[in-house]
């Protein structure tokens, strides 16, 4: 590859890589486009006239991309998107394989997005992408560049052959849409620094015990678990409990072991499950905090994410 374009090209990988997720909803279908994207921008490279910068030279590929991957897909949605009532522990499990469900996205892979400077971590978290995506592809599209990566509207139509009063008409289209289907201002307050480090490790202690009554306590009122690929979910702490009690295949302490991570600019844990001398992967329990406890988990039962997020394959028990 053209050294020369590999130098201008590489540092924006990582913010191209956090673009591609937002619109797509899947970590490893961002990789892919963002693969496809150096590899047409280096193609056409000796066209580039520099007329508009490298950055966005890049993005309008990576954004085109994008759009033509997400042509005739269905979006990717969290159980709790779905559209069903809370689910009954008892109920069967149900596995919904089929269905290409939203990832989580390591934060160790956004370390140089430029956006998570301007916007915090809100347009990264899980639900704000997992609202995203009830967006048309072209909404998502503008809304992502006019207000993640606050670029002007002019500049955005000329990246999406659109005029700058039908880019205006779709940002004030998906704004709309999106309070609809957004989280709550509440769910995007953590607590301060003490606080949540103690709520962290309430949470590793009353796992790794199994201890039902102290996981009673981590939860706040109206707090929910989902687990895809499983298409139900579970409200409130006694119900969440119990689906724990009596469908965790853990029978006690020292059955389960969570080591910590950070994904979508959130706490969450590679959780382990004990079988024989060695622990192996079970789930990723993706967490949203707030003063008053843990309002939201997502245990996404998908193996393939421990290895990127770089935790190890398995833990002998000591």
Known sequence: MDTDFVTQADPYRREL???C???LGSVYDAEDLVQETYVRAWRSYD???GRSSMRTWLHKIATNACLNALEGRDRRPLPIGLGAPSSDPAD???SRGEVPWLEPMPDTMLADDPASVVTGRESIRLAVVAAMQYLPARQRAVLILREVLQWPAAEVAEMLDMTVASVNSALQRARAQLQQATVDANELSEPDEADKKEMLDRFVTA?????INAMISLFTKDAVWEMPPFE???QGPETIVRLIDTRCPAEGPGDMKLLPI????QYAFGLYMRYGDVYRPFNMPVLTLTPEGVSHVTAFFDERLFATFGLPESIPVS
């Open 17 to 19: 890589l956090a673009h």
């Open 207 to 211: 796992f790794e015990a199994k201890d």
């Open 47 to 49: 066209r580039f006239e």
């Open 262 to 265: 950070r994904a979508n600019g």
């Open 92 to 94: 069967d499990l149900v």
């Open 232 to 234: 139900g979910w579970y």
């Open 21 to 23: 997720y937002r619109m």
